[in-house]
Each structure stands twice: as structure tokens, then as C-alpha cells.
């Protein structure tokens, strides 16, 4: 069971522990068993301690005045506030508790949310309070998992550097899906690494399972890390290969048992007794998936959508390039760029590095080894999502970047403490140093893209990275203090500039649809924010948006409450809740929706969905709904994003515009141009 060895490769005990490179057969089976030590009863004492502080300040990070963003994203807040009124609304993810629509989203993300608003009454903390729980268990989990293989100072690293990514405290506090999705995703990582140890089937399956509800959270984004998932089980899985298959035939099974059970409730369903499916042409949760929320962001509308030259709220990327206006130029450097870079890549040329190094040490490991299987789990995370999110020519946005947090973290804990562990060896004694130089040089790089924010902190960071390299290649680590010393800088020159920077962006509310990380809040550091910039151009400051025919003013959709959130006049206000129909008011597209019904606790129906092009309600049904006196107010103007003003980017919503203007007469409401449509 001993790997053969050479001078730059880890030997493998016959109790499975991995020594440092060049290290003899006789020293490995005489050296302590750390990992007993670690996982037992001579586990240090401070261990516990440390642990309980890394949760205790991701706690206080996530969790401290949470409420500062207010709705956050108003769009997903109306569908939790939907939820928490109506059961049917909650468990197809509707925007109204009249279920008209959903969300361009499948629901599992506003689950939690909606019956915490429902017990506890709807508010911003009962909305995002789960976000934050989320963050600090995924924290936990990853903490968990890492510690498992490689101790738990490889725990600390990990978890802390999840913690302290800026992406990760923006998403933690806020309401969009991601957040939930990456706990998913951890807790499914985080059983698959038990199932390996094992051989555990059953830990498998939950891993299936938990990667379905991933799927029910953000759809095709959830399944990502599969391969690498499944790779390392059937590489490392002690057992033998038809086990080992049969065994990821029941993960897959998990799979397909939780997010199938949701799309065959959702296809069984009769349209007329639940909400349409925004996103989709055709009133379908798998065109849905394949087409919106799936192809179309990964190629483009060059794979379909029927979005109306919008795919996801977003004008189009070009072919190849990319939507340079909301993630940047497609390409291999994407991740590294003036969008995502400042978002999550203060660790990641430390995670390749410490990846490629780690494979190769363990090249010679038993197949079982498993600090290699958790390379292939944290590393694949890592090189697929990555690769997914800098490649992809459809819409892109920098806080999806939360998914490869959790990679990048795993990979740093691993390979680090790992390195650190075989220093007395040259290779990988150079390996850290490198590692610890590349990282403050870069940390300091992103800290210089806004060069007024903490200006010494780029000196600080450097002379610690130069320091700890320095004194990794001369050995000052020989003597405990020495090493405590080198321990130290290096950790500060990693982790510093990020954990600076995730206080920041935690110190500041963020509201809209493109959240940014940093001390400025919503704006972020030069993330390109044209698509939705120059829309709002043309909303006026008392919060009027313009339509495409010279149209009365809407009344909703100005930059309110936060960067790129909405606000309802008080006048609409008052006349909505003074309303007593199934629906308050009509408009056009959801984010417009989404405020009304915020500021009025009223049910609006969002004509055309996030990006107006949605073909609901058709002109018909509209009649229909109004014959009924089912709704008493149409309101013009709104449209995608909310304040993309015109008559909505659908024939349907223009046709209704049109008949409601031909039919009814106008009114003007403080500045917004109001049609009654019953008594």
C-alpha cells in the first residue's frame, strides 16, 4: 500500500497517511498519525476553540444589521412575499399571490423565506435571514469536509477563505437564488466526500438529492460540479468498479427523483390552476430550463429563447464576445477581469497553483488516497465553473461567481496546509513561497482598482507575501518561532486584502438586479453596468419612466432605495390598497410589479414577465380578467427591468396597451398615467 517513491513524491503509509515528498518508507510508518491527533480523542485543544471563532465572525459578518439593503432584489422579494400569502403562490415561485406569473426561476430559493414570512410575518430580515443561516452552514460544512482529509487547520483555511470572499458576503446577505444554490452545492460536495471514505451509497444518493434541489434552485447551474463529483468517487471509492457504478447510478437517481418530482408536479398541474411560466414561450418549466435558463445564457440567443433579443433581463452578448456589459469579454481571463475579478479571484491563482501541485505530489498515492480525491472534488468545482462562467456568450452576471467560491476555498485549505505539512522538502517548499508571492502580488493588483480605498493596504500585503516567501526558501521555519512567524505573514498576505474587502462590502446595503461587491456598494469596481444604465437614462428623477410612443408617465422603475432598485409613488400607493379585486393594477414586466407590490401589499399582475416578452397575459385573457372585474387598474409604462419603459417588449402587452388606451379613460395619479378598468 506504500506509493513508490521519489525525491518529489508523497509516500502512502499502509494506514493511509500521506508524508511529505522525499520522505523514506521507514520515517512515514513512524510518523504520528496526525489525522488520529486530528479526528480523535488527541485532538488538539485548540481546535474546538478556533473553529467555534471562525462560525462565530462568519455569523456576525453575515448576520450584522442584514436588514441594511431593505427588498434587496425587489423582483425575488415580491415572489417570497407571494409565497408567504399563498400556498400555491409558494410552491410554484408566483411574483403574485394572485398567481398570474412566477418568477423566471424554478422556487426552491424562496421556500425557506416564504414560510418564515408566513410564521413570522413578511419582512426584509424574514427574507433574508435564511440567506445569512446558509452562508454560515455552508461555511460550516466546508469546514467539515476539508478538516475531514486534512486536518483542521486545513478546515480553518478553507472555511475562512469562503467566508471572507467578498462575492460570498454580498449573496449571504442578499435574496437572490445563489445563495441558497451554493448550499447546496457544499452539502452535496460535503456528502460525496463522506461517501468516499466508505464507500457509503446512501451518503451518495443524498448527494443526489441535495444536487436535484440545486437544480430546483437555479436549474442547469446546480448540475455544474457533477463530473467532478462523480470523478471522485469513481476514482477513490473504496470498492470495486461495479460498485462504484451502480453506486453513481444512485446518485443519479437521487437526482432524478427530487427535481423530477417538482417537474412532473409542475407539467401535471393544469395551466388554469397554477401561475405561467415566465421565462418560457410556451408556458413550460423544461423549455424553461433548456432554452432561458439554460442554452441561452451559456451560447447566447444564438441557441433560442424567444426572449425578444433578451436573454435573462440582458441585452444579448455578441458573437463570442460575450455581454461585456454585465460580466465582461468572454474569454479565459474573464474571472480576473475589471466585473468578476474583485468579486472572486483573490484566491483563485492560489487554488491553481496549490491544484496542480497537489495532483501532482499525490500522482503516486493509492487510488484511494484521499486527500487526491478531494482535489479532484474542490479542483473540478473549481476548473469546470470557472470555465462554464468564463466562456459563456449569453448573460452573465459577477455574482453568479458565488458558485466558485466554495471550489476555490477547498482547493486553498487542501493544498496549503498540505504544503505547509512537507516545507522540510524543496518542491514544495517553493511551491507555498510562490503561491504566497502570486497571491499578495495579486491581492494587491485588485486593491488597486480603486486606488482611494485603502491605499497602504497594497504595501502591507506585499512586504508580508515577500516576507513569508523569503522565509519559507531560507527555512526560518526550522525554529517554532520562526515557523509561527512565516505561518502568519503568509496568511496575511493571502487573506488579508479579501477579508478587508468582504467587511467592506458587508458594511453597505446592496438592492437591484446586479448586486456588486466593495466598499461603494452596489456599484462595485468598474463592473460594467451599460444594459441597465442606459435604460434608466431615460427614467426621470421624480420617477416617471417615458414609454417608446410618448406616453403618459409610469410611476415606477427610478433608481430607488438602493442602486438599481425601484419605488412606487405614494399616490399609486394609496390608490391600490384602497382596491378590493383578486389584482390591484396591471403593468408592464416584473420588476415594476415586483414594486407596486412591495409598497402596497396589493396583487399586481407583471404583463410579460422580467423582460416584457413573455406571452402573458394574451389580449383574450386580459379581457377575460377585466370582465370579471378581476382587476381594477391598468398602469402604463414599467417593462423589462422595470423601468424599461414603452409598452412592454411583447406583442402581447403592446396589443393590450393599445386596447386599454382605446377603451378606457386616463388619469393622471401624482405623475403616473393610471387607466380604471372596472365601475
Same mark, same amino acid.
Given at each position: 500500500m506504500?506509493a ?6 508523497p509516500?502512502t503509509?499502509?494506514s493511509g497517511?500521506?508524508t511529505a ?6 520515517r512515514?510508518?513512524t510518523?504520528?498519525d496526525?489525522?488520529? =491527533? +486530528? ?6 485543544r485548540w481546535?474546538?476553540?478556533? $473553529?467555534? %471563532?471562525? !462560525?462565530i /465572525? #462568519?455569523? @456576525?459578518?453575515y ?24 400556498w ?7 411574483i403574485d399571490?394572485g398567481?398570474a ?7 426552491a ?9 408566513r ?20 461555511v460550516a460544512?466546508?469546514? =467539515? +469536509?476539508?478538516?475531514r ?5 486545513a478546515g480553518?483555511? $478553507?472555511g %475562512?477563505? !469562503?467566508a /471572507? #470572499?467578498? @462575492? ?7 435574496n437572490n437564488p ?23 451509497w ?8 441535495l444536487?436535484?434541489l ?5 436549474m ?6 457533477v ?5 471522485a468517487?469513481?476514482w ?6 461495479r460498485?462504484?457504478l451502480?453506486?453513481?447510478?444512485? =446518485? ?6 427530487v427535481?423530477?418530482a417538482?417537474?412532473l $408536479?409542475?407539467?401535471?398541474?393544469? /395551466? ?9 414561450q ?9 432554452g432561458?435558463n ?6 447566447g440567443?444564438?441557441?433560442g429563447g ?7 433581463g ?9 455581454n ?20 472572486i479571484s483573490w ?12 495532483l501532482?505530489?499525490t500522482?503516486r ?6 486527500v ?15 470555465a462554464?462562467f ?22 486553498v ?9 512537507g ?16 497571491t499578495?502580488?495579486?491581492t ?7 486606488a ?11 512586504v508580508?507575501g ?7 526558501l ?21 487573506g488579508l486584502?479579501?477579508a ?20 461603494s456598494g ?13 435604460a434608466r437614462d431615460r ?16 410611476g415606477?422603475?427610478n433608481?430607488?432605495?438602493?442602486p438599481?432598485?425601484?419605488?412606487a409613488?405614494?399616490?399609486?400607493v394609496?390608490?391600490?390598497?384602497q382596491?378590493?379585486?383578486?389584482w ?17 401589499n ?8 422580467f423582460?416584457g416578452?413573455?406571452?402573458?397575459p ?5 379581457k377575460?380578467?377585466v ?16 423601468g424599461f419603459?414603452?409598452?412592454?417588449g ?7 396597451a ?6 378606457f ?8 398615467t ?5 365601475g
Amino acid at each position: 500500500m506504500t506509493a513508490s517513491l521519489t525525491p518529489d513524491a508523497p509516500a502512502t503509509t499502509p494506514s493511509g497517511e500521506r508524508t511529505a515528498p522525499g520522505s523514506s518508507r521507514r520515517r512515514a510508518r513512524t510518523r504520528p498519525d496526525w489525522r488520529r =491527533a +486530528a479526528f480523535g480523542a488527541d485532538q488538539p485543544r485548540w481546535v474546538r476553540p478556533s $473553529a467555534a %471563532a471562525l !462560525l462565530i /465572525a #462568519t455569523a @456576525v459578518t453575515y448576520l450584522w444589521n442584514l436588514t441594511n439593503s431593505g427588498w434587496a432584489n425587489e423582483f425575488y422579494a415580491a415572489a417570497v412575499q407571494a409565497g408567504s400569502k399563498d400556498w400555491t403562490a409558494w410552491f410554484f415561485g408566483s411574483i403574485d399571490a394572485g398567481n398570474a406569473i412566477t418568477v423566471d426561476k424554478p422556487p426552491a430559493a424562496f421556500w425557506l423565506p416564504g414560510l418564515l414570512g408566513r410564521i413570522f410575518g413578511f419582512s426584509s430580515f424574514t427574507m433574508l435571514l435564511p440567506e445569512a443561516l446558509m452562508g454560515v452552514a455552508a461555511v460550516a460544512l466546508l469546514y =467539515a +469536509a476539508v478538516k475531514r482529509v486534512s486536518g483542521p487547520a486545513a478546515g480553518l483555511i $478553507a472555511g %475562512a477563505a !469562503l467566508a /471572507a #470572499t467578498p @462575492v460570498a458576503a454580498l449573496m449571504f446577505r442578499f435574496n437572490n437564488p445563489d445563495a441558497a444554490l451554493t448550499f447546496c452545492l457544499v452539502a452535496a460536495a460535503y456528502m460525496t466526500i463522506r461517501a468516499i471514505e466508505k464507500a457509503g451509497w446512501k451518503w451518495l444518493v443524498g448527494a443526489g438529492a441535495l444536487i436535484g434541489l440545486a437544480f430546483l434552485t437555479k436549474m442547469l447551474q446546480g448540475v455544474i460540479i457533477v463530473p467532478a463529483l462523480g470523478l471522485a468517487y469513481l476514482w477513490a471509492a473504496p470498492t470495486t468498479l461495479r460498485r462504484r457504478l451502480l453506486h453513481l447510478i444512485g =446518485a443519479l437517481g437521487g437526482i432524478v427523483a427530487v427535481a423530477g418530482a417538482y417537474v412532473l $408536479a409542475f407539467t401535471l398541474t393544469p /395551466a388554469s390552476a397554477r401561475p405561467y411560466m415566465a421565462g418560457s414561450q410556451t408556458n413550460s418549466f423544461l423549455e424553461l430550463t433548456f432554452g432561458y435558463n439554460g442554452l441561452a445564457r451559456i451560447f447566447g440567443n444564438r441557441a433560442g429563447g424567444g426572449q425578444g433579443g433578451f436573454a435573462g433581463g440582458a441585452p444579448a452578448g455578441g458573437p463570442g464576445g460575450g455581454n461585456a456589459g454585465f460580466g465582461g469579454t468572454a474569454g479565459i481571463l474573464r474571472m480576473f477581469g475589471t466585473s468578476f475579478g474583485t468579486e472572486i479571484s483573490w484566491l483563485l491563482p492560489a487554488a491553481l497553483i496549490l491544484l496542480v501541485a497537489g495532483l501532482w505530489f499525490t500522482r503516486r498515492a493509492v487510488r484511494t488516497d484521499r486527500v487526491r480525491a478531494s482535489l479532484i472534488v474542490w479542483g473540478g468545482w473549481t476548473l469546470l465553473t470557472a470555465a462554464v462562467f468564463s466562456f459563456m456568450t449569453g448573460t452573465v452576471h459577477p455574482y453568479y461567481a458565488i458558485a466558485l467560491a466554495p471550489g476555490i476555498a477547498g482547493v486553498v485549505g487542501i493544498g496549503s496546509a498540505e504544503l505547509w505539512r512537507g516545507r522540510a522538502y524543496w518542491p514544495s517548499r517553493i511551491m507555498l513561497a510562490v503561491t504566497v508571492l502570486a497571491t499578495s502580488i495579486w491581492t494587491a493588483v485588485l486593491l488597486g482598482r480603486d486606488a482611494s480605498w485603502l491605499p497602504w493596504l497594497r504595501v502591507v500585503i506585499v512586504v508580508m507575501g515577500v516576507l513569508a516567501a523569503v522565509g519559507l526558501l531560507v527555512r526560518v521555519d526550522r525554529i517554532k518561532v520562526g515557523a509561527i512567524t512565516v505561518a502568519v505573514a503568509a496568511l496575511l498576505a493571502g487573506g488579508l486584502g479579501t477579508a478587508a474587502f468582504t467587511v467592506a462590502t458587508a458594511s453597505v446595503g446592496h438592492s437591484g438586479a446586479i448586486p456588486t461587491s466593495g466598499p461603494s456598494g452596489g456599484e462595485g469596481f468598474g463592473a460594467a453596468r451599460a444594459g441597465f444604465g442606459q435604460a434608466r437614462d431615460r427614467i426621470g428623477t421624480d420617477g416617471a419612466a417615458a414609454d417608446a410612443s410618448g406616453q403618459a408617465e409610469a410611476g415606477v422603475g427610478n433608481p430607488g432605495g438602493g442602486p438599481g432598485g425601484t419605488s412606487a409613488s405614494s399616490e399609486v400607493v394609496a390608490l391600490l390598497q384602497q382596491t378590493t379585486t383578486e389584482w390591484s393594477a396591471a403593468t408592464n414586466g416584473s420588476n415594476s410589479a415586483a414594486a407596486l407590490e412591495l409598497a402596497s401589499n396589493t396583487n399586481v399582475i407583471a404583463m410579460g414577465g422580467f423582460t416584457g416578452s413573455d406571452p402573458y397575459p394574451s389580449l383574450d385573457e386580459f379581457k377575460a380578467l377585466v370582465a370579471d372585474g378581476e382587476v381594477t387598474y391598468y398602469i402604463a409604462g414599467g417593462g423589462m427591468g422595470g423601468g424599461f419603459g414603452g409598452r412592454g417588449g411583447g406583442t402581447d402587452t403592446s396589443a393590450i396597451a393599445q386596447w386599454v388606451e382605446a377603451n378606457f379613460q386616463a388619469q393622471t395619479v401624482g405623475s403616473t398615467t393610471v387607466y380604471r378598468l372596472v365601475g
